[in-house]
């Protein structure tokens, strides 16, 4: 767990007298030591993946690629999301996957076989995935049956549910313009540059409120040189992000144009920005960590345990909602293999890779997008290469029995040294 900042104040001014970069520097290097990594591990793995599959492959690093790759992982990014949530307690869903795949055939159900346009087909779905996050938390907090074994229960079940739905083994196919655009158009490019620029300065003016409001209540912030490098290292990332996606893309630009950041983009951005408020500006999200890290104490505290994982599971089969209508989307068309084969594993995965502790107590939401990306790298970089489907599986294995590792020790060192 995380150590709060100590409060201190300075004795003439009545505020806080701010760290020096040295100090900064120094509490990182301990809070490392002691086992706090943070999405660090996830940071690294991805910069050297993009660099050797870079140097190996020059086709990777092309704008088309990097589009192609926001496409390729943003079912595994969002219900990853989703189920950080569950994971912050301890739990685990495994018919998120499938949950997905259903979720995805009813709206796919309603809009090509019965004609329903597209916003209330979407919200069908979403309702229907928060109906059965609902059905799932009931049964764990009220009832008591273990989260494996009811989300195991409902992955069984939830892969009849779609075949049934789907009359077997049918396919139907997507024809709604506004849901096939979800992943595979674009904005326009200047909406692009607008959407970099508004994203830098709401970054720059929350890090700057922070650092402002810690230093009226008197609390020890971080030093502003750091809060400008952190600033200026976003607005690097995004400004090159931009740049990059609205390079031509297309293969033949006689015949179409292929150029702006895809419209999946900003959505798991919204979910990202969404998520994270709720998890670190919300009383629910503090209870979830509180719940996550001791649940007798949290319930000794008056929390309402039951309610809160109930909450967490509701959220978690909404995210695998979003993420099935965007699967069906890329695909433009559901089938009985929508959310199934590695779509939970692939998810799971991701939030352990970017740095959610399958313990509990320990996550956040951009780990689900880090590790979504790590995931992301490793299945279009190898595809690039030409491996087969078996090495992809073993790699992506490693990688996550690596950050698995990786979150045990981390747990070990912060128990030694007294921060866990």
Known sequence: MTVAPTTTRNVEGGRSAGPSLQSHVREYLQRLRGGDMGSLPAIAGLVVLCLVFTLLD????????????????????????????VLL?????????YTSGVCAAVM?????????????????????????GLLLGGLVAKIGIPSFVVTL????????????????????????????????KNLPVWLGWVLCGVSIVAYAGVQLYRAQSRAKQG???????????????????LLLATLVLNEERSINTLITSLKGVPIVVPIIAVLLIAGTFVLQRTAFGRHLYAVGGNTEAARRAGIPVDRIKIYA?????????????????????????????NVLLYAVGAAVIGGT?????????????????????INNGMGLLGYS??????????????AAGVDALSRRRAAASGLG
Request: hydrophobic share 55%; glycine share 14%; proline share 2%.
């Open 58 to 85: 020059d086709a990777f690093a092309t704008p088309r690629n990097f589009a192609n790759l926001f496409g390729q992982g943003a079912q595994t990014t969002v219900i990853a999301m989703g189920l950080v949530f």
């Open 89 to 97: 307690l301890g739990e685990i869903d495994l018919s998120a996957g």
């Open 108 to 132: 796919a159900i309603l809009l090509t076989n019965h004609g329903w346009p597209w916003y209330l087909a979407v919200l069908s779905a979403l309702v229907t995935g928060t109906f059965i």
């Open 153 to 184: 229960a409902a992955f069984l079940g939830f892969q009849g549910v779609l075949l049934m739905m789907l009359g077997g083994g049918k396919n139907i196919s997507i024809n709604d313009d506004v849901i096939l655009a979800l992943v595979n």
């Open 219 to 237: 609390l020890v912030a971080q030093p502003m040189s750091v809060t400008l490098l952190k600033i200026a290292a976003v607005a690097l990332v």
């Open 313 to 341: 599971f509701m959220i978690s089969s909404t995210m695998a909602a979003v993420g099935g209508i965007l699967v069906a989307s890329w695909g433009n068309s559901v089938d009985p293999n929508t959310g199934g084969s």
């Open 357 to 377: 502790s399958l313990f509990g107590g320990k996550g956040r939401m951009i780990d689900a997008v880090l590790g979504g990306a790590v995931v992301a790298v």
């Open 389 to 402: 489907a078996g090495v992809k599986y073993v790699v992506t294995g490693v990688v996550l029995l690596l």
